[in-house]
């Protein structure tokens, strides 16, 4: 599966912005879908995690309450819905997709080319 990551920009602290990750292939229903981000000089952090049929999820604590994250399968795509961005959101944030659902970046198989976030205070 090919995934493509878009709707990054930038945006004032508290502002929203609503990222997409599009993907290729008859089987996208079968991939749990994870969403990571990386800063300058910071590991690649786990966001969140979207099983297959969207009734798996979870969030890493410092996005939970904030970020909602769901899944068209008609449309072959993901979303990552960021609402009180704060400046510590600033990062790249990438789509990864595995048939096993799983927050370790190192497990997924397929990984988007990212799309930059970036929060000003």
């Known amino acids: 599966v090919q995934l493509q990551a878009s709707g990054g920009g930038l945006v004032q602290a508290g502002g929203s912005l609503k990222l997409s990750c599009a993907a290729s292939?008859?089987?996208?229903?079968?991939?749990?879908i994870g969403w990571f981000r990386q800063a300058p000089g910071k590991e690649r952090e786990f966001v969140a995690v979207i099983g297959q049929s969207g009734h798996m999820l979870r969030y890493a604590d410092s996005v939970r309450g904030r970020f909602t994250v769901s899944r068209d399968n008609a449309k072959n795509t993901v979303y990552l819905q960021m609402n009180s961005l704060k400046p510590e959101d600033t990062a790249v944030y990438y789509c990864a997709a595995d048939r096993y659902w799983t927050i370790t970046a190192t497990e997924y198989d397929y990984w988007g080319q990212g799309t930059q976030v970036t929060v000003s205070s």
């Open positions: 292939g008859r089987t996208f229903g079968s991939y749990s």
